[in-house]
Protein backbone atom coordinates (compact mmCIF):
# COMPACT_ATOMS: atom_id res chain seq x y z
CA UNK A 1 0.00 0.00 0.00
CA UNK A 2 1.48 3.55 -1.19
CA UNK A 3 -0.13 6.35 0.63
CA UNK A 4 -0.30 9.81 -0.40
CA UNK A 5 -1.06 12.76 2.15
CA UNK A 6 -2.10 15.92 0.63
CA UNK A 7 -4.05 19.29 1.42
CA UNK A 8 -1.79 20.73 4.29
CA UNK A 9 -1.10 24.58 4.14
CA UNK A 10 -1.15 27.30 6.16
CA UNK A 11 -4.24 29.03 7.83
CA UNK A 12 -5.57 31.36 10.33
CA UNK A 13 -6.67 30.68 14.09
CA UNK A 14 -9.92 29.19 13.15
CA UNK A 15 -9.77 28.42 9.81
CA UNK A 16 -10.30 25.34 8.12
CA UNK A 17 -8.43 22.51 5.69
CA UNK A 18 -8.84 19.49 4.65
CA UNK A 19 -6.48 16.82 4.24
CA UNK A 20 -6.36 13.95 1.83
CA UNK A 21 -5.02 10.53 2.33
CA UNK A 22 -5.00 8.48 -1.19
CA UNK A 23 -3.88 5.21 -1.65
CA UNK A 24 -3.03 2.80 -3.96
CA UNK A 25 -1.43 -0.79 -4.56
CA UNK A 26 -3.21 -3.38 -2.67
CA UNK A 27 -6.61 -0.94 -2.20
CA UNK A 28 -7.41 -0.08 1.14
CA UNK A 29 -11.05 -1.10 1.17
CA UNK A 30 -10.65 -4.68 -0.35
CA UNK A 31 -7.81 -5.68 1.71
CA UNK A 32 -9.46 -4.53 5.14
CA UNK A 33 -7.17 -1.75 6.41
CA UNK A 34 -8.00 0.77 9.09
CA UNK A 35 -6.40 3.86 8.98
CA UNK A 36 -5.29 6.75 11.24
CA UNK A 37 -3.61 10.17 10.81
CA UNK A 38 -1.01 11.22 13.05
CA UNK A 39 1.01 14.63 13.70
CA UNK A 40 4.41 15.46 14.67
CA UNK A 41 4.85 18.62 15.72
CA UNK A 42 8.92 20.34 15.48
CA UNK A 43 10.87 19.06 18.57
CA UNK A 44 7.90 16.67 19.69
CA UNK A 45 7.10 12.94 19.24
CA UNK A 46 4.32 11.72 16.44
CA UNK A 47 1.21 11.46 17.91
CA UNK A 48 -2.36 10.05 17.31
CA UNK A 49 -4.84 12.03 16.13
CA UNK A 50 -7.69 10.24 14.33
CA UNK A 51 -8.63 6.84 13.49
CA UNK A 52 -11.45 4.77 11.27
CA UNK A 53 -11.74 1.62 10.84
CA UNK A 54 -12.19 -0.30 7.51
CA UNK A 55 -15.72 -0.07 6.96
CA UNK A 56 -15.83 3.30 8.37
CA UNK A 57 -18.48 2.32 11.08
CA UNK A 58 -16.15 3.03 13.92
CA UNK A 59 -13.88 6.75 14.36
CA UNK A 60 -12.22 8.01 17.30
CA UNK A 61 -10.06 11.34 17.79
CA UNK A 62 -7.37 12.63 20.77
CA UNK A 63 -9.09 14.63 23.39
CA UNK A 64 -7.41 17.58 21.78
CA UNK A 65 -9.24 17.61 18.20
CA UNK A 66 -12.46 16.31 19.47
CA UNK A 67 -15.67 18.40 18.33
CA UNK A 68 -12.79 20.09 15.58
CA UNK A 69 -11.60 17.52 13.48
CA UNK A 70 -13.86 14.55 11.61
CA UNK A 71 -12.01 11.27 10.12
CA UNK A 72 -14.10 10.01 7.26
CA UNK A 73 -13.31 8.04 4.05
CA UNK A 74 -14.37 6.69 0.88
CA UNK A 75 -13.24 3.14 0.01
CA UNK A 76 -14.72 3.28 -3.62
CA UNK A 77 -12.34 6.29 -4.25
CA UNK A 78 -9.64 4.62 -2.20
CA UNK A 79 -9.50 7.90 -0.10
CA UNK A 80 -9.07 9.02 3.49
CA UNK A 81 -10.26 12.31 4.80
CA UNK A 82 -9.43 14.61 7.88
CA UNK A 83 -11.51 17.51 8.29
CA UNK A 84 -9.86 20.22 10.49
CA UNK A 85 -12.05 23.29 11.99
CA UNK A 86 -11.76 25.64 14.43
CA UNK A 87 -7.70 25.18 13.87
CA UNK A 88 -5.77 26.35 16.66
CA UNK A 89 -1.64 27.44 16.82
CA UNK A 90 -0.69 24.01 18.58
CA UNK A 91 -3.00 22.40 15.86
CA UNK A 92 0.48 23.01 13.49
CA UNK A 93 2.43 20.11 12.29
CA UNK A 94 3.77 17.51 9.65
CA UNK A 95 0.41 15.18 9.27
CA UNK A 96 0.44 12.22 8.09
CA UNK A 97 -1.97 9.28 7.35
CA UNK A 98 -1.55 5.48 8.00
CA UNK A 99 -2.56 2.06 7.10
CA UNK A 100 -2.90 -0.96 9.45
CA UNK A 101 -4.37 -4.26 8.14
CA UNK A 102 -7.76 -4.56 10.43
CA UNK A 103 -7.58 -7.36 12.76
CA UNK A 104 -3.96 -7.81 12.17
CA UNK A 105 -1.26 -7.16 15.05
CA UNK A 106 -2.01 -5.19 18.30
CA UNK A 107 -6.17 -3.70 18.45
CA UNK A 108 -4.55 -0.17 19.77
CA UNK A 109 -4.90 2.04 16.82
CA UNK A 110 -3.26 5.16 18.82
CA UNK A 111 0.10 3.26 18.42
CA UNK A 112 2.77 4.12 15.95
CA UNK A 113 3.96 0.51 15.32
CA UNK A 114 0.56 -0.85 14.79
CA UNK A 115 0.73 0.71 11.27
CA UNK A 116 2.62 -0.89 8.45
CA UNK A 117 2.14 2.10 5.92
CA UNK A 118 2.95 5.26 6.16
CA UNK A 119 2.66 8.56 3.61
CA UNK A 120 5.04 11.32 3.17
CA UNK A 121 3.48 13.77 5.65
CA UNK A 122 2.06 17.41 4.62
CA UNK A 123 2.74 20.63 6.56
CA UNK A 124 -0.10 22.25 8.27
CA UNK A 125 0.41 25.46 10.00
CA UNK A 126 -1.93 27.55 11.59
CA UNK A 127 -0.57 31.55 12.45
CA UNK A 128 -2.17 32.87 15.66
Known amino acids: VQLQASGGGLVQAGGSLRLSCAAS??????????MGWFRQAPGKEREFVAYINWRGGSTSYVDSVKGRFTISRDNAKNMVYLQMSNLLPEDTAVYFCAAKSAGAGTSDFSLLYAYAYWGQGTQVTVSS
Open 25 to 34: GRTVSSYSYD
